[in-house]
């Protein structure tokens, strides 16, 4: 039974804690700076709270970081070099350079490091994946989605809120589109491949306080185009998610608001047929939830033999990051960027 350490004991933290204990692992506790949090997530999921990182590494068999994104850097490296296989919350740096040697000190000690990118695990985008592959929509257009809900309000200097107001400091979270955007970035290129320019507006560096929107457009090498919108500006409220993807033979759309959240709709009988959308579980069985399916994808993965992909490689983390950055950098410059050319710069 793998033994699995948490670093980062906040909000994300426990909600991995709360599905490695309905897997077949030990979940041996947290590593947090606050050592008043660690102990909160102690008493409601088990374990011991370690005094460091070191401690931790040398009583597990798997990391699950779960910081904030700046710091994310350091136990990936320091797993790596213990030999500790590891689970990375997305996006997998705040940073390219150090992203890259993430996934390097990784593939130089032959540890796994699965990033978390749980978009890919929902139900409905995973279906909407199949679909597409099914060649159901045939030669595949374009891909729309949007996400977004109500910005994060905690002020960078409020004390009282400090674990969480990174989110609201562009320079530790990079906004909304390294935070939001990045789940339908990762999910566009892994429907219509590698990008190969960006384009991109939005109020990143428009100094508005608390709020922040991105309109991205894509360009694939395999031709098509994609339109990505993040928002942190709607009023409070329900978190918005929808998407859609247009092939020449058949449409999906997807709205997390709508009565029928997932439609598909053909242009003829003789396109081919679509595979049939599964049934949802009881709204509490794991295996309707997101998180649950990721963890149980990654420890599958560790277990099989012989040794399975997982669904999300480290060079997937490496490129939502890189096509993140680069969408900021248009923004901040108003040029068009392509990925081949891109090296970031001061953002």
């Known amino acids: 039974m793998k033994r699995v350490g948490i670093v980062?004991?906040?909000?994300?933290?426990?909600?991995?804690?709360?599905?490695?204990?309905?897997?077949?692992?030990?979940?041996?506790?947290?590593?947090?700076?606050?050592?008043?949090?660690?102990?909160?997530?102690?008493?409601?999921?088990?374990?011991?709270a370690f005094d460091s990182l070191d401690d931790l590494l040398a009583a597990v068999d798997v990391v699950d970081v779960c910081t904030p994104t700046p710091h994310h850097k350091t136990p990936v490296l320091a797993a790596a070099a213990a030999g500790k296989d590891i689970v990375c919350e997305k996006p997998l740096a705040r940073h390219l350079c150090d992203a890259r040697d993430m996934v390097a000190?990784?593939?130089?000690?032959?540890?796994?490091l699965f990033v978390a990118h749980v978009v890919r695990f929902?139900?409905?985008?995973?279906?909407?994946?199949?679909?597409l592959d099914s060649g159901a929509l045939g030669r595949p257009g374009v891909i729309r989605t949007v996400r977004g809900g109500s910005?994060?309000?905690?002020?960078?200097?409020?004390?009282?809120?400090?674990?969480?107001?990174?989110?609201?400091d562009f320079k530790q979270s990079g906004?909304?589109?390294?935070?939001?955007s990045i789940h339908d970035l990762d999910f566009a290129r892994w429907c219509f491949g590698d990008v190969e320019r960006v384009f991109a507006r939005g109020l990143t560096f428009a100094g508005i306080q608390s709020c922040d929107h991105a309109l991205i457009t894509l360009r694939f090498r395999s031709g098509g185009i994609g339109h990505v919108e993040g928002s942190w500006a709607y009023p409070p409220g329900p978190f918005r998610t929808s998407f859609e993807i247009a092939g020449d033979q058949g449409l999906i759309e997807f709205d997390n608001l709508a009565p029928a959240p997932l439609t598909v709709t053909l242009k003829s009988e003789a396109?081919?047929?679509?595979?049939?959308?599964?049934?949802?579980?009881?709204?509490l069985a794991p295996r309707d939830d997101p998180y649950f399916l990721e963890l149980e994808h990654f420890l599958n993965c560790l277990e099989s033999s012989p040794v399975d992909k997982f669904l999300v490689s480290p060079q997937d983390g490496l490129e939502a990051v890189k096509i993140s950055l680069a969408a900021i950098e248009s923004i901040r410059t108003g040029r068009p960027i392509?990925?081949?050319?891109?090296?970031?710069?001061v953002i």
């Open 122 to 131: 929902f139900r409905q985008f995973a279906h909407a994946k199949a679909i």
């Open 151 to 168: 910005p994060p309000l905690w002020p960078v200097s409020d004390r009282a809120t400090s674990r969480r107001s990174w989110f609201a």
């Open 175 to 180: 906004g909304v589109i390294m935070d939001v």
């Open 105 to 112: 000190a990784c593939q130089v000690t032959g540890v796994r």
């Open 338 to 345: 392509y990925l081949d050319e891109f090296e970031e710069g």
């Open 8 to 48: 980062g004991a906040g909000l994300i933290g426990t909600w991995h804690a709360a599905r490695w204990r309905h897997l077949p692992v030990e979940l041996a506790g947290f590593y947090d700076v606050s050592s008043e949090v660690a102990a909160k997530a102690i008493g409601e999921f088990g374990g011991r």
């Open 271 to 283: 396109s081919p047929q679509a595979p049939s959308i599964p049934q949802p579980h009881s709204p």
